[in-house]
C-alpha cells in the first residue's frame, strides 16, 4: 500500500482521536438500547401506523421484522430526482416480499444549480445542504426505524442526506442512486455556443435550443460535475451497492439493484451477524478511499467543502492539506468533461466505477480494509449482471476506453486533480486537471469586482482587452452564500481565445463544471472576514502559480483598509432573509462552509 495514502489515514485518526471517541460512544449508546420502536409509547406506535394497510401495519408492530426508513429528495422538476417518483412503492414491495416493511420517513428540499445559476436562487445553493442533513434528521427522529435508505443524486443533496443520516449512526445507511440521462450533445458544441453566445455572435433562440438539446430526460446532468461526483465518489466510499451509480434509470438492472439494496438493509441491522452502522463505515479508511477517488476522477471542487463536512458528521477532521498530500501521490486516471471531452455515459461503458476502484486498488492506494455498507472493499471491484433475472456481480475489467478510463500502468497525469494554493492571498483550490500547462503559471494586473454580474456588463464593455486578474470578492460563505460563478467561464474563455493570459480569484464557488480557465476558488479567509482579497485594488499584480501551489499578491497590501460594500440586496428577496443566521454562523470553506459540528 502506498505509504502516504497510509500516513494520511492515519493523520486523519490521530487529530480524530476525542471527537471520533465521542461520536462513537453516542451511536453505540443508541444502538445499546435496541430496537427503537419497541421504546416507543402506545399512542406513538399508533401514529406511526395510522395509515398504513392492515398487513404493513402487523408488520411494523411486529419488532422481530425490521422497518427501513425512507429519506427522499424527489421532485418532478429536477432531472436527477424525477425517477425517485416510483422508487418507495418499488422498495416497499420488495421488503414486504421477505416480510419486512419500509415507510417514508421524510423529504428534504432539492433544489438544482443548473436552475439556479447565476439567479439569487443560487445564494441559497450552498446553505441548502446543511439544511438537508437537519431535515434529514427530522425524518428519522420518529425513532421507528432500523435502516435508512437515502433517495438523493446532486450537488448539495447527497452530501446533506449523509451528514443528517450519520446523526442517526447507530443505523445502516446506503444511498439508491437514479442513473444519469442519456448524452445528448457534445460539451464541445455545448461550450462553442455558450461561448458565441456571450460573445454576441448567437441569439438566445440558438442558445436556448443547443441547452434544451443538452438537458433532455431525466437523470443526472452527464458532465462530470458535482451530482457524478457525488455519485462516483460515494461508491468508493462503499456508501452503495458496487457498480450502481451510473446505470441508466429505468434500466431492468437498476430496478433489480435498487430491489438487492432494500432487501439488504435488512440483513445488517442492530442484532444481526453482519451489523454495519453507518457510524462504523465511515471512518478514517473511507474517507481517504472517497478523497483518492475523487482525485483520480478529477472530481468537483466543491467536494474540498462537502467531504470536510461528512467527516466533520462523522467526529473526523479532514483537512485541505490532507487533499494536496494525497493528490501528489494520486494520478489522474479518468478523462471526463470538464477535464476532457468524454462524458459519464462514456465513463460507464469504459468500464465505470468497478474499473477506476480496480485500477487504484493495483496501485496501493486503497483502504481496501475499510468497511462498505455491502460485503467487504473487494466487492467493490466487481459490476452486477443481470442473469435470469437474478443480480450477479462479477469482476472488473480494464479499461474499455484508454482515452476515457487508463490503462493499467498509464496515467493522464501524474498527479490528482485538485490543487491547493498558498500564499500571501490566503489559501484556495484550483481544479488543476482542467487546466493546460501553458496556462498554469500568470502574472497580471487586477480587475476587482463584487458580482459576477459587474464582470459581465465589464466585458460587454470591451475592457477586457489585456492579461488579466479577475479578482471577484464578497461571494464567501459568510457575505452570500458562496453562489457558484460559472456565468464567468463563457466570458473568461473568450478573453482567453483572444490571446490573452486569464486567471480568476475568488472566495466564491465554481463546482465540477469549471473548465480551462485558472481559477484560484474558495480563497480563505473570505473578504467578508477581513481577508486578504478584501484589501486587492485595481492594477495590483497577482500571480497564480498553480504547479507549485502559489497565489500571492506582489504588491504590500497589509496596511490597507478592508473594503466592504453594501450586500444588502444580496441577503434579501427570494428567500435569502430566512438564512441571515447562516451567514452568521457559517464556518469558512476550509473548515466545510457549515453551521454543523
Same mark, same amino acid.
Given at each position: 500500500?502506498?505509504?502516504?495514502?497510509?500516513?494520511?489515514?492515519?493523520?486523519?485518526?490521530?487529530?480524530?482521536?476525542?471527537?471520533?471517541?465521542?461520536?462513537?460512544?453516542?451511536?453505540?449508546?443508541?444502538?445499546?438500547?435496541?430496537?427503537?420502536?419497541?421504546?416507543?409509547?402506545?399512542?406513538?406506535?399508533?401514529?406511526?401506523?395510522?395509515?398504513?394497510?392492515?398487513?404493513?401495519?402487523?408488520?411494523?408492530?411486529?419488532?422481530?421484522?425490521?422497518?427501513?426508513?425512507?429519506?427522499?429528495?424527489?421532485?418532478?422538476?429536477?432531472?436527477?430526482?424525477?425517477?425517485?417518483?416510483?422508487?418507495?412503492?418499488?422498495? $416497499? =414491495? *420488495? &421488503? !414486504? #416480499?421477505?416480510?419486512?416493511? %419500509?415507510?417514508?420517513?421524510? /423529504?428534504?428540499?432539492?433544489?438544482?444549480?443548473?436552475?439556479?445559476?447565476?439567479?439569487?436562487?443560487?445564494?441559497?445553493?450552498?446553505?441548502?445542504?446543511?439544511?438537508?442533513?437537519?431535515?434529514?434528521?427530522?425524518?428519522?427522529?420518529?425513532?421507528?426505524?432500523?435502516?435508512?435508505?437515502?433517495?438523493?443524486?446532486?450537488?448539495?443533496?447527497?452530501?446533506?442526506?449523509?451528514?443528517?443520516?450519520?446523526?442517526?449512526?447507530?443505523?445502516?445507511?446506503?444511498?439508491?442512486?437514479?442513473?444519469?440521462?442519456?448524452?445528448?450533445?457534445?460539451?464541445?458544441?455545448?461550450?462553442?455556443?455558450?461561448?458565441?453566445?456571450?460573445?454576441?455572435?448567437?441569439? $438566445? =433562440? *440558438? &442558445? !436556448? #435550443?443547443?441547452?434544451?438539446? %443538452?438537458?433532455?430526460?431525466? /437523470?443526472?446532468?452527464?458532465?462530470?460535475?458535482?451530482?457524478?461526483?457525488?455519485?462516483?465518489?460515494?461508491?468508493?466510499?462503499?456508501?452503495?451497492?458496487?457498480?450502481?451509480?451510473?446505470?441508466?434509470?429505468?434500466?431492468?438492472?437498476?430496478?433489480?439493484?435498487?430491489?438487492?439494496?432494500?432487501?439488504?438493509?435488512?440483513?445488517?441491522?442492530?442484532?444481526?451477524?453482519?451489523?454495519?452502522?453507518?457510524?462504523?463505515?465511515?471512518?478514517?479508511?473511507?474517507?481517504?478511499?472517497?478523497?483518492?477517488?475523487?482525485?483520480?476522477?478529477?472530481?468537483?471542487?466543491?467536494?474540498?467543502?462537502?467531504?470536510?463536512?461528512?467527516?466533520?458528521?462523522?467526529?473526523? =477532521?479532514?483537512?485541505?492539506?490532507?487533499?494536496?498530500?494525497?493528490?501528489?501521490?494520486?494520478?489522474?486516471?479518468?478523462?471526463?468533461?470538464?477535464?476532457?471531452?468524454?462524458?459519464?455515459?462514456?465513463?460507464?461503458?469504459?468500464?465505470?466505477?468497478?474499473?477506476?476502484?480496480?485500477?487504484?486498488?493495483?496501485?496501493?492506494?486503497?483502504?481496501?480494509?475499510?468497511?462498505?455498507?455491502?460485503?467487504?472493499?473487494?466487492?467493490?471491484?466487481?459490476?452486477?449482471?443481470?442473469?435470469?433475472?437474478?443480480?450477479?456481480?462479477?469482476?472488473?475489467?480494464?479499461?474499455?476506453?484508454?482515452?476515457?478510463?487508463?490503462?493499467?500502468?498509464?496515467?493522464?497525469?501524474?498527479?490528482?486533480?485538485?490543487?491547493?494554493?498558498?500564499?500571501?492571498?490566503?489559501?484556495?483550490?484550483?481544479?488543476?486537471?482542467?487546466?493546460?500547462?501553458?496556462?498554469?503559471?500568470?502574472?497580471?494586473?487586477?480587475?476587482?469586482?463584487?458580482?459576477?454580474?459587474?464582470?459581465?456588463?465589464?466585458?460587454?464593455?470591451?475592457?477586457?482587452?489585456?492579461?488579466?486578474?479577475?479578482?471577484?470578492?464578497?461571494?464567501?460563505?459568510?457575505?452570500?452564500?458562496?453562489?457558484?460563478?460559472?456565468?464567468?467561464?463563457?466570458?473568461?474563455?473568450?478573453?482567453?481565445?483572444?490571446?490573452?493570459?486569464?486567471?480568476?480569484?475568488?472566495?466564491?464557488?465554481?463546482?465540477?463544471?469549471?473548465?480551462?480557465?485558472?481559477?484560484?476558488?474558495?480563497?480563505?479567509?473570505?473578504?467578508?472576514?477581513?481577508?486578504?482579497?478584501?484589501?486587492?485594488?485595481?492594477?495590483?499584480?497577482?500571480?497564480?502559480?498553480?504547479?507549485?501551489?502559489?497565489?500571492?499578491?506582489?504588491?504590500?497590501?497589509?496596511?490597507?483598509?478592508?473594503?466592504?460594500?453594501?450586500?444588502?440586496?444580496?441577503?434579501?428577496?427570494?428567500?435569502?432573509?430566512?438564512?441571515?443566521?447562516?451567514?452568521?454562523?457559517?464556518?469558512?470553506?476550509?473548515?466545510?462552509?457549515?453551521?454543523?459540528?
Amino acid at each position: 500500500m502506498n505509504k502516504v495514502i497510509e500516513q494520511v489515514t492515519k493523520n486523519i485518526a490521530e487529530r480524530s482521536v476525542i471527537k471520533r471517541t465521542e461520536y462513537l460512544t453516542r451511536a453505540q449508546n443508541l444502538a445499546s438500547l435496541g430496537k427503537e420502536r419497541a421504546n416507543l409509547a402506545c399512542g406513538n406506535l399508533a401514529h406511526t401506523v395510522a395509515s398504513c394497510g392492515a398487513s404493513q401495519k402487523s408488520t411494523i408492530l411486529d419488532f422481530t421484522k425490521v422497518n427501513v426508513g425512507i429519506i427522499t429528495a424527489y421532485n418532478d422538476m429536477l432531472s436527477a430526482h424525477q425517477p425517485y417518483k416510483t422508487y418507495p412503492d418499488q422498495i $416497499k =414491495t *420488495a &421488503l !414486504q #416480499k421477505v416480510g419486512h416493511s %419500509a415507510q417514508v420517513a421524510g /423529504g428534504v428540499p432539492a433544489m438544482c444549480d443548473g436552475v439556479t445559476q447565476g439567479q439569487t436562487g443560487m445564494d441559497l445553493s450552498l446553505f441548502s445542504r446543511d439544511l438537508i442533513a437537519q431535515a434529514t434528521a427530522i425524518g428519522l427522529s420518529h425513532n421507528t426505524f432500523d435502516a435508512t435508505l437515502l433517495l438523493g443524486v446532486c450537488d448539495k443533496i447527497a452530501p446533506g442526506q449523509i451528514m443528517g443520516a450519520l446523526a442517526f449512526g447507530h443505523l445502516p445507511a446506503a444511498f439508491v442512486p437514479s442513473g444519469p440521462m442519456p448524452t445528448g450533445i457534445s460539451n464541445e458544441h455545448k461550450v462553442k455556443v455558450r461561448q458565441q453566445y456571450a460573445a454576441g455572435e448567437v441569439d $438566445k =433562440t *440558438a &442558445l !436556448q #435550443k443547443m441547452e434544451n438539446e %443538452a438537458y433532455h430526460s431525466p /437523470g443526472t446532468c452527464t458532465f462530470y460535475g458535482t451530482a457524478n461526483t457525488n455519485q462516483l465518489v460515494f461508491e468508493a466510499m462503499g456508501l452503495m451497492l458496487p457498480g450502481s451509480a451510473f446505470l441508466p434509470p429505468n434500466s431492468a438492472l437498476r430496478h433489480a439493484l435498487t430491489d438487492t439494496i432494500a432487501t439488504h438493509m435488512a440483513n445488517i441491522t442492530y442484532g444481526c451477524k453482519n451489523y454495519r452502522p453507518i457510524s462504523e463505515v465511515i471512518d478514517e479508511r473511507t474517507m481517504v478511499n472517497g478523497l483518492v477517488a475523487l482525485l483520480a476522477s478529477g472530481g468537483s471542487t466543491n467536494h474540498t467543502i462537502h467531504m470536510i463536512a461528512i467527516a466533520k458528521a462523522a467526529g473526523l =477532521t479532514v483537512t485541505w492539506d490532507d487533499f494536496d498530500q494525497l493528490s501528489k501521490v494520486v494520478p489522474s486516471l479518468t478523462m471526463l468533461y470538464p477535464n476532457g471531452p468524454a462524458d459519464i455515459n462514456a465513463f460507464q461503458a469504459a468500464g465505470g466505477v468497478p474499473t477506476l476502484m480496480k485500477q487504484l486498488c493495483d496501485r496501493g492506494l486503497l483502504n481496501m480494509d475499510a468497511k462498505p455498507i455491502y460485503g467487504t472493499m473487494r466487492d467493490y471491484l466487481t459490476h452486477p449482471i443481470l442473469e435470469e433475472d437474478r443480480v450477479i456481480f462479477i469482476d472488473a475489467v480494464d479499461s474499455k476506453d484508454k482515452q476515457v478510463i487508463s490503462a493499467p500502468n498509464e496515467m493522464f497525469s501524474p498527479q490528482g486533480g485538485l490543487k491547493v494554493l498558498d500564499g500571501n492571498l490566503g489559501r484556495g483550490v484550483i481544479k488543476i486537471s482542467a487546466v493546460a500547462e501553458e496556462n498554469r503559471f500568470i502574472e497580471a494586473p487586477a480587475m476587482v469586482f463584487e458580482s459576477q454580474h459587474d464582470v459581465e456588463k465589464a466585458y460587454q464593455a470591451g475592457l477586457f482587452n489585456h492579461d488579466v486578474a479577475v479578482v471577484v470578492r464578497h461571494n464567501g460563505p459568510a457575505a452570500n452564500g458562496m453562489p457558484e460563478l460559472h456565468k464567468l467561464m463563457p466570458i473568461l474563455a473568450n478573453v482567453m481565445k483572444s490571446g490573452y493570459k486569464v486567471v480568476l480569484v475568488t472566495d466564491g464557488r465554481l463546482s465540477g463544471a469549471s473548465g480551462k480557465v485558472p481559477a484560484a476558488i474558495h480563497m480563505t479567509p473570505e473578504a467578508q472576514y477581513d481577508g486578504p482579497l478584501s484589501r486587492i485594488n485595481n492594477g495590483d499584480i497577482i500571480r497564480l502559480d498553480a504547479n507549485n501551489g502559489d497565489i500571492s499578491v506582489k504588491q504590500d497590501i497589509s496596511q490597507r483598509i478592508p473594503f466592504h460594500p453594501d450586500l444588502t440586496s444580496q441577503q434579501f428577496g427570494a428567500g435569502r432573509e430566512l438564512f441571515s443566521l447562516f451567514r452568521t454562523a457559517v464556518s469558512s470553506a476550509e473548515d466545510g462552509a457549515t453551521i454543523l459540528n
